[in-house]
């Protein structure tokens, strides 16, 4: 049994694209870009949101995205939010025969002690 057992949050313990991929397009839509699909949403998550935004709104746009993004994001996070199957099962159980667990994220910690 190890002695400590590390999680990723998004794609690991739950889904939380479609909140991402709706404020994302929210973001989009107030600085006149046009809405991009659910795939290249998740297809640009990674790094945090100011390297997503990057990617899909290019560098001298990229850190206004970001705030806005980072801004509206906490009123929509919970929209379509999913646990994957078995997640909530293992965190106790890992916990229950000793094991630290703990989440890694780069949302900030609000919002993921939210989640």
Known sequence: MPETVLFDLDGTLVDNFTAIHRCTNQVLEVMGFAPVS????CGSVGGGALRTMTRLVG???AATAAQLYLRHF???MLEGLRVYPGAREILPALRS???RVAVLTNKD???S???
């Open 38 to 41: 659910y795939e290249a949403v």
């Open 59 to 61: 560098e001298a746009n």
């Open 74 to 76: 906490p009123d929509v």
């Open 97 to 99: 025969r000793g094991a």
């Open 109 to 111: 910690h609000a919002n």
């Open 113 to 115: 002690v939210r989640l």
